[in-house]
C-alpha cells in the first residue's frame, strides 16, 4: 500500500506538487570541463520527470566550492545556458526540479579550481579533513582557510546569485545544500566551528550564517521557492558532538518561523540514531519543527508510505533506487518489481 504517496502536495500558494516522491539530489561527476551540464544529464533528469519534484545533483555556486570531478555549476553565463535545456525538458515531460546550491568548505580541492585563479580552500575555521579525496588518493585534502568577515559577506552574496542564476536557468526553486558535512553544516558543529567571533561559540552565532544565506536567497527568490537540507545528525565529513544539539534546536526554531518550501533531512539511513538527538534524525526535527519535512535515507516506497501514514514527514526523497529506476515513480505505482541499485551504475547515465 503505497497510495498516499501518490496523492498531490501543496508546498504553498505557488508550488503543487503532482505526487509525494522526491528525486533527491545525486551527485553523477558527468557535466563538462566547464562544469556546463550534458545533453545526457538532461535526458537522465527528464527520464524521472514523473517524481513530484526532482532535487538536482549538487550544483557549485563559484568554483572555489569544488571538491569532485566534474560537478555541475550555477556561475557561468555558460552553465545557465546548460542548465535551461534541463529545466525546458523536464517541464515539457511535466515535471519540477529545484537546484540544489552547493559550497563543499573544507571538502573542496584546489586540483579542481586552480585554474580560476583561487588556490585557497575556505572554512569555518582552520580544521582540515584527514585523508584524502575519494578514488583520488594522490590528493590530500588541505587545512583550510577560517573565512574573514568580508568574505562571509561575498559568499551569501554568491549564495542569493546563483540562486537568482537557478530562477533564470528556469528552476522552480533551490534547495540550499547545508547537509553531509559540506560549508553550511560546517557552521553548525563544533567540530568544524571553533571560531570566537559572532559565527561561533553559541547556536545563535553558529546559525547566523546559514541564517543569512536562508534569508538572502529568500529576499532574492522568495521563501516559497526556497527549501533547505540539514544534517543535524554529524555522519559524514564530520565528527559528532553533543553541544551541537543546542545548535539545531535553535536553528530549527528560527527556521520554523521562515515558511520555506521545505525542509529535507541530509542522511544516508535514516533507521541511525544519534544520542544527543534522542533517535534518529527525521524524528528529532519533526518534534521541533511542525512545517513541511521531507524524510529519506533507505527508505522503499512501502516504509516511506507508512511513514508518512504515521506523521513522521511529508515528502519521500528517493536516492539510489532512482538512479537504478529511472521509472522509479511508475513501478512502484503499478506494483512493478525494481532493479536493485549497486555502486557500479554510477559510471554511466542512464
Ligand atoms: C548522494 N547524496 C547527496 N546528497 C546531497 O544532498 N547532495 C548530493 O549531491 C548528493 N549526492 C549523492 C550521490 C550519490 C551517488 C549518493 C548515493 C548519494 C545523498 C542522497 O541525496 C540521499 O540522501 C541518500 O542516497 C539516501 O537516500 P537513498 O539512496 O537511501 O534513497
Ligand atoms: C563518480 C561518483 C562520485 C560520487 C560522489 C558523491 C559525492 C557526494 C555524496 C557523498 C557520499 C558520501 C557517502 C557517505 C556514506 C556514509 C554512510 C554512513
Redesign the pocket.
Known amino acids: 500500500m503505497t497510495d498516499n504517496l501518490f496523492q498531490p502536495f501543496a508546498l504553498n500558494e505557488t508550488i503543487t506538487l503532482q505526487n509525494r516522491i522526491l528525486m533527491?539530489?545525486?551527485?553523477?561527476c558527468m557535466a563538462d570541463e566547464e562544469l556546463v551540464p550534458t545533453q545526457a544529464m538532461a535526458e537522465y533528469y527528464t527520464r524521472r520527470a514523473e517524481a513530484g519534484l526532482i532535487?538536482s545533483?549538487?550544483v557549485l555556486i563559484r568554483p572555489d566550492g569544488q571538491g569532485y570531478p566534474n560537478t555541475p555549476g550555477l556561475f557561468t553565463p555558460a552553465q545557465i545556458d546548460g542548465w535551461r535545456v534541463v529545466t525546458d525538458a523536464v517541464h515539457k515531460a511535466g515535471g519540477k526540479i529545484f537546484a540544489?546550491l552547493?559550497h563543499t568548505g573544507r571538502v573542496a580541492h584546489p586540483h579542481f579550481f586552480e585554474k580560476s585563479g583561487s588556490t585557497q580552500v575556505i572554512a569555518p575555521s582552520a580544521v582540515g579533513l584527514e585523508g584524502s579525496l575519494p578514488r583520488m588518493r594522490e590528493l590530500n585534502y588541505h587545512v583550510p582557510k577560517a573565512v574573514s568577515h568580508d568574505e562571509i559577506v561575498q559568499l551569501v552574496a554568491d549564495y542569493a546569485q546563483a540562486a537568482a542564476n537557478a530562477i533564470d536557468a528556469g528552476f522552480d526553486g533551490v534547495e540550499i545544500?547545508g547537509?553531509?558535512g559540506y560549508l553550511i553544516d560546517q557552521f553548525l558543529h563544533h567540530d568544524s566551528n571553533r571560531r570566537t567571533d559572532e559565527y561561533g561559540q553559541t547556536a545563535e552565532n553558529m546559525a547566523r550564517f546559514p541564517l543569512a544565506v536562508v534569508d538572502a536567497i529568500s529576499a532574492r527568490i522568495g521563501n516559497d521557492r526556497t527549501g533547505l537540507?540539514v544534517s543535524p545528525g554529524a555522519y559524514v565529513n564530520m565528527a559528532g558532538d553533543s553541544r551541537d544539539r543546542a545548535v539545531f534546536d535553535y536553528l530549527l526554531a528560527e527556521l520554523e518561523l521562515r515558511d520555506l518550501a521545505f525542509l529535507h533531512i541530509?542522511?544516508?539511513?535514516d533507521a541511525m540514531e544519534f544520542d544527543y538527538l534522542g533517535g534518529s534524525a527525521s524524528s528529532y526535527v519533526r518534534s521541533i519543527y511542525s512545517k513541511t519535512l521531507v524524510g529519506?535515507?533507505?527508505?522503499s516506497a512501502e516504509m516511506g508510505s507508512a511513514a508518512i501514514a504515521a506523521d513522521k514527514f511529508d515528502l519521500l526523497?528517493?536516492?539510489?533506487?532512482?538512479?537504478a529506476n529511472p521509472d522509479y515513480v511508475a513501478r512502484v505505482r503499478e506494483g512493478d518489481e525494481l532493479v536493485e541499485?549497486s555502486d557500479e551504475m554510477?559510471t554511466s547515465l542512464v
Do not use: C, K, M
Request: proline share 6%; net charge positive.
Open positions: 533527491a539530489p545525486l551527485t553523477r532535487i545533483e549538487a540544489q552547493w545544500h547537509a553531509n537540507r541530509g542522511i544516508f539511513d529519506v535515507g533507505s527508505y526523497a528517493i536516492g539510489r533506487p532512482f538512479i541499485y554510477l
